[in-house]
């Protein structure tokens, strides 16, 4: 279950409850794809520093902080229900949705549903992701990496600078008839890169939305107090890893919605799914 990492204010515990009642100039890097199969088109993040986290958001994100990162590149869209299909055919990856079973969640996952190829695999663990990746000669990003290539082109708490994420910029939850339905009001996730305004700076797509997505990090919520300058990479030890951005169920004004926003999981959720990455830790 996807979990929220403020304890304290009562208003994150709202958006949880509220969850839980909704209705189920970019540059191609190159890529050394397993054969057979086709590359997803990666961007370029440079070397630099930045202020990771917020001191007006939830308290896991405090202290704002001074992180500087080596230059990375991470996949322009999210990991697509087709793309994750080759790799389980490949025998790299198990099936998404294998050992669910009857879980009431499980009309929410998109692997074996028709016309769903575009769309972003859910419903995967932290280690079917990385499996995933590793596959692609690739990784999961860091938090840090992940926060740095949600920057906007214009200061404040969202990718779009102080204008709130509505369905017109990014793939959350609507307000149909009073009520809020997923995927703004299709009921499910949309297809990677249907709202192209949920951009980043530097090109990549759908980090406000539409899935939330595995981080590489073990999660802890104190991290940012004692996390190091230079390419941090969460503390050593968890029974959870960190999950970024919101997805195709958050409510219109969401804190979640902020790019600073933290979570976590210890398994699988139909609002958690992945992108990959490539630079240094290894790839």
């Known amino acids: 279950m996807l979990k929220y990492t403020d304890r304290s204010p009562w208003t994150r515990l709202l958006w949880v409850a509220i969850a839980l009642l909704i209705p189920a100039g970019i540059e191609a890097a190159p890529t050394t794809a397993p054969s057979g199969s086709a590359a997803t088109p990666m961007v370029r993040i440079p070397s630099g520093c930045f202020a990771l986290g917020s001191q007006h958001n939830y308290s896991d994100e405090r202290p704002r902080h001074r992180v500087c990162l080596s230059r990375f590149q991470l996949d322009r869209t999210e990991v697509t229900v087709a793309a994750y299909a080759r790799c389980v055919k490949a025998g790299r990856c198990t099936p998404a949705i294998g050992y669910q079973g009857r879980h009431p969640t499980r009309r929410y996952c998109n692997a074996g549903h028709a016309g769903f190829g575009r769309h972003p695999i859910n419903c995967v663990t932290w280690a079917q ?6 596959w692609r000669h690739k990784r999961l990003p860091t938090e840090a990496e992940w926060e740095r290539a949600a920057r906007g082109t214009a200061p404040g708490p969202y990718l779009f600078g102080r204008t709130a994420p509505t369905c017109a910029l990014a793939v959350i939850a609507k307000v149909v008839k009073g009520r809020f339905v997923p995927g703004c009001g299709q009921g499910s996730t949309l297809p990677v ?12 797509l759908d980090l406000t939305g539409n899935v939330s997505e595995w981080a590489a990090d073990p999660f802890e919520l104190g991290y940012y107090k004692h996390s190091p300058e230079h390419d941090p990479r969460g503390p050593k030890h968890s029974r959870t890893h960190a999950v970024r951005g919101c997805h195709f169920r958050c409510p219109p004004g969401s ?27 290894g790839t």
């Open 129 to 134: 992701a990385r499996a995933y990746c590793a």
């Open 255 to 281: 804190r979640l919605l902020h790019r600073t926003a933290r979570m976590y999981s210890n398994t699988w959720d139909p609002t958690i799914g992945f992108r990959c990455a490539r630079g240094r830790h």
């Open 193 to 204: 890169g249907s709202r192209p305004r949920d951009r980043s700076r530097e090109g990549v």
